[in-house]
């Protein structure tokens, strides 16, 4: 098992930029992909990015790619979401997964999930 924590969250003005983190700890960060998903009132949590366990397999939603770069460091437990260019649909909860293979991009195939932290994009 291992648990996620998020931080990095804020208030950002459209086109700026914030990097999340998310530490792991308990079993071994590395034997886990990871994932980003955001959520926000109403709908479903959608799928961000996500990395696999060595790092060298990579997943973006459309609506990011270019604008995020998801990384990881497994010498510190942690995993990475940089955000660039960020725009007001980018406003949401954003929360950290573990699981099985970075291939996942429903909520529901991931095993581990964090308690979240919130981005806020103003114009």
């Known amino acids: 098992q291992v648990q996620l924590v998020e931080s990095g969250g804020g208030l950002v003005q459209a086109g700026g930029s914030l990097r999340l983190s998310c530490a792991a700890s308990?079993?071994?960060?590395?034997?886990?992909?990871t994932a980003w998903f955001r959520q926000t009132p109403g709908k479903e949590r959608e799928f961000v990015a996500s990395?696999?366990?060595?790092?060298?397999?990579?997943n973006y939603a459309d609506s990011v790619k270019g604008r995020f770069t998801i990384s990881r460091d497994n010498a510190k437990n942690t995993g990475y979401l940089l955000m660039n260019s960020l725009k007001l649909e980018d406003t949401a909860i954003y929360y950290c997964?573990?699981?099985?293979?970075?291939?996942?991009?429903?909520?529901?195939?991931?095993?581990?999930w964090g308690q979240g932290t919130q981005v806020t994009v103003s114009s």
């Open positions: 990395i696999s366990r060595g790092g060298g397999g990579i």
């Open positions: 308990g079993r071994t960060f590395s034997s886990y992909a």
């Open positions: 997964a573990a699981g099985q293979s970075y291939n996942a991009f429903t909520a529901g195939l991931w095993d581990y």
